[in-house]
C-alpha cells in the first residue's frame, strides 16, 4: 500500500476499518508521511536521511469507557486486531466522566497547504538547496551549521456518526547559523514554508553571515531597562506564551494568567496595546493550515485578541459543555497583525536602543503574568542615534510578553517565522518595544 493516499484511498480504509467495529463509538484517524532532511556542520554535510510513516489509531468506546489501539500494519487480519484490541482496552478502562462522545459529520473550509514543489524534493534537490548555502559560507572562510527538513503527508479520520475529514499538506523548514573563525561572531536564519519553492536559502544564508560577520567584537553594556527592536524571530518565542495559555479550562481553575477571581476569565478585558490584533485562519495563503482540530471540530477564521482585547479561549467540548459555551478548538495557526514601520525605520527612529535577532533558552517564571526568563543570541547590536553602533555581549531577560505588549512603540509587516523553540510556524511582525528588561550578561555569543 502506498504511504500518501488520496482522499478516495484514505476514506476506503477507514470505511473498512470501521466495518470491523462492535462497540458503541468509534473513531479511526490515519497518517501517512515521507519526511526528508540534510544536515550539515563546519561547512560539510554530516548526515541525510529519509523517513517513511503510516499509522492508524483506532479508539473505541462503550458508553463512557474509551480504549485506543495503534498499528503500522495495514492487512485486513491486522487491521481487523487493532479494532479488537481498542474494544478489549475499552472494556477494560474506568469510566471516563469527561467523555463527551463523538461528533456527527461536519463542515470544513478549504485549506490548501499542499504544494507539488514541497512534495516532489529528492535528495538532489535538497543538496542542490544547502550547496547554495555552503558556497557562500566557505568564500567568506565562515563556518557553517545548518538543517534543512521537509514534510508531505496527510491526515484523515472518520467515525461511526459519519464524519470524515482529510488534509494533505507539506512544509519544508531551513535553519542556519554561521561562526566567524575565532568563534566570536555568530548569526542565525530560520525560514518555513509550504512551498518549497518560495525557500532562497542563498539570500537566508547571506542575512546568517551579515549578523556573524556584525557580531565578532561584541562589547559589554550594563543590564537594565532598554527600548529593544525585535525581529520576528526573537518575537515569536516569546508570543507563542501568550498562545499556549488561551485555554478557558485553566482560566476558569484560576490556574492561568487569563484567570479572574470568582472563577471568570479575562474575555473582554484590555490586556495589551490596541495595536495588537491576534488571529487564527486556516485558508490563510502565507500559513496554510489543517481545517479541522483533532477531535474533528471545523476550524474557522476565529479572534483571539482585537484591538488589545481578549475575544475568545478555546475550549474542549467536555468544558464548554459545563460551562454552557462554545465549544471552540485551540487553532492550528496563530497570525499577529502588524504595523507600517520597516526595520530600517525602528532603528532610525531610536535615540538609544537594542536590535534582538534571537532568543533562546525560554524558561516560565511565574504562569500568572507569563514571567519569562532567556537569553539573546547570535547577533545583539546596540543602536545610537538612529544607527547600529556596535555588537554587544549577550543577556539574560526577564519579561513577560503581556508587559511587553503593552510598551509597544511601533510594528513592521508580520513575516512567516519558525520558533526556535517548538519549530511551529506563525505570521509576527517586527517591533519595537520600550523598557524591555535585561537583567544580567551572558558570555555565550
Known amino acids: 500500500m502506498a504511504i500518501i493516499l488520496t482522499e478516495a484511498e484514505a476514506k476506503a480504509l477507514l470505511t473498512k476499518v470501521l466495518s470491523y467495529s462492535k462497540a458503541d463509538e468509534c473513531e479511526v484517524n490515519l497518517l501517512g508521511e515521507e519526511r526528508g532532511n540534510l544536515r550539515y556542520a563546519r561547512n560539510e554535510v554530516s548526515t541525510s536521511g529519509s523517513l517513511i510513516n503510516k499509522n492508524l ?24 486486531k487493532v479494532v479488537r484490541r481498542s474494544e478489549e482496552l475499552a472494556k477494560l478502562a474506568p469510566e471516563n466522566p469527561e467523555y463527551v462522545g463523538i ?18 524534493i529528492t535528495p538532489d534537490t535538497r543538496a542542490t538547496a544547502v550547496d547554495k548555502s555552503l558556497q557562500l559560507s566557505r568564500e ?18 472518520m467515525n461511526s456518526k459519519g464524519l470524515f475529514a482529510y488534509y494533505p499538506s507539506t512544509s519544508v523548514n531551513f535553519s542556519l547559523t554561521v561562526r566567524t573563525p575565532d568563534g566570536k561572531g555568530s548569526g542565525y536564519v530560520a525560514r518555513g514554508y509550504s512551498d518549497f519553492s518560495k525557500l532562497d536559502t542563498a539570500a537566508a544564508t547571506r542575512i546568517a553571515i551579515q549578523k556573524a560577520q556584525g557580531s565578532a567584537e561584541a562589547r559589554a553594556i550594563e543590564p537594565g531597562k532598554y527600548t529593544v527592536i525585535l525581529e ?58 489543517s481545517p479541522w482540530s483533532g477531535d474533528g471540530r471545523p476550524q474557522e477564521k476565529m479572534m483571539w485578541i482585537e484591538k488589545g482585547v481578549v475575544k475568545n479561549l478555546s475550549y474542549e467540548r467536555y468544558w464548554a459543555q459545563k460551562q454552557g459555551k462554545k465549544a471552540i478548538p485551540y487553532p492550528n495557526n496563530m497570525i499577529m497583525m502588524g504595523g507600517n514601520s520597516s526595520l530600517e525605520d525602528m532603528i532610525k527612529s531610536t535615540q538609544r536602543g537594542i536590535l534582538v535577532t534571537k532568543l533562546w533558552y525560554i524558561r516560565e517564571v511565574d504562569p500568572q503574568t507569563i514571567l519569562l526568563t532567556g537569553l539573546t ?37 508580520p513575516e512567516r517565522v519558525v520558533s526556535t523553540e517548538t ?17 544580567s550578561l551572558s558570555d555565550a555569543v
Open 57 to 80: 489509531v483506532v479508539q473505541s468506546a462503550y458508553g463512557k469507557r474509551v480504549g485506543t489501539a495503534t498499528i503500522d500494519e495495514f492487512d485486513d487480519a491486522s487491521l481487523e
Open 232 to 289: 520576528p524571530t526573537a518575537a515569536v518565542v516569546l508570543l507563542e506564551n501568550i498562545y499556549f495559555n488561551m485555554d478557558a479550562r485553566s482560566a476558569d481553575e484560576g490556574r492561568s494568567y487569563f484567570s479572574k477571581a470568582g472563577g471568570k476569565s479575562r474575555i473582554g478585558d484590555k490586556i495589551v496595546d490596541e495595536r495588537v490584533t491576534i488571529y487564527s485562519d486556516p485558508t490563510n495563503p502565507e500559513l496554510p493550515a
Open 377 to 413: 543570541r547570535d547577533g545583539t547590536f546596540y543602536i545610537e542615534n538612529g544607527k547600529i553602533k556596535h555588537p554587544i555581549k549577550n543577556f539574560r531577560f526577564n519579561e513577560s510578553p503581556i508587559i511587553m505588549l503593552n510598551n509597544l512603540e511601533s510594528l513592521g509587516k
Open 140 to 157: 567568506k572562510n565562515l563556518t557553517a551549521a545548518g538543517f534543512l527538513q521537509d514534510n508531505y503527508g496527510y491526515n484523515a479520520m
Open 423 to 439: 519549530d511551529r510556524n506563525y505570521l509576527v511582525p517586527p517591533m519595537k518595544i520600550r523598557e524591555f528588561t535585561f537583567t
Open 103 to 120: 461528533l456527527g459529520p461536519q463542515q470544513y473550509v478549504k485549506s490548501s497547504g499542499f504544494f507539488d514543489s514541497t512534495a516532489k
